[in-house]
């Protein structure tokens, strides 16, 4: 299969950002790993501080993969865009968080993507992408 992940506003920062919250490792490292987890699959990689690139990069993942893994940070919060981005597009979206959202400060709790993607994962730090893509696996059939 072909997914491609989404990564939203400051997650470029990771290893360097708060990592009592999120870790000490870049996704540039992690990402290493998690396609020697997955060898015989394509996992493609596209991060961005910008709503409306996460949009186009949905729109465009439509025809090119089997489906997506998006973390839009903390667009997950404030963006009804992206959420009907989601809506419009048929190829399925997996919401991860590395943090527990449910567990963090209360705006932090309400997710827009949560209703439209058919997957959410938080709270398992990196290793939620790697989830994300186990579920898809089993759940989603390539065409």
Same mark, same amino acid.
Do not use: C, M, W
């Given at each position: 299969m072909k997914f491609i992940i989404i990564n939203g506003p400051n997650l470029n920062?990771?290893? $360097?950002?708060?990592?009592?919250?999120?870790?000490?490792?870049?996704?540039?490292?992690?990402? $290493?790993?998690?396609?020697?987890e997955f060898p015989g699959h394509q996992i493609d990689y596209y991060?961005?501080?910008?709503?409306?690139s996460i949009i186009d990069t949905l729109q465009e993942a439509d025809s090119?993969?089997?489906?997506?893994?998006?973390?839009?940070?903390?667009?997950?919060?404030?963006?009804?865009?992206i959420a009907d981005c989601i809506k419009a597009i048929d190829i399925p979206v997996v919401e991860v968080h590395i943090s527990d959202i449910n567990k963090r400060e209360d705006f932090r709790k309400h997710s827009f993507v949560k209703d439209v993607a058919v997957y959410s994962i938080s709270?398992?730090?990196?290793?939620g992408y790697a989830t994300a893509v186990k579920w898809l696996l089993r759940n989603i059939h390539n065409p």
């Open positions: 920062l990771l290893g $360097k950002r708060e990592p009592e919250i999120y870790g000490h490792q870049s996704f540039e490292e992690y990402l $290493k790993t998690l396609r020697n991060q961005t501080n910008h709503e409306g090119k993969y089997d489906a997506v893994i998006l973390n839009p940070a903390a667009y997950t919060h404030t963006s009804i865009a709270g398992q730090g990196l290793n």
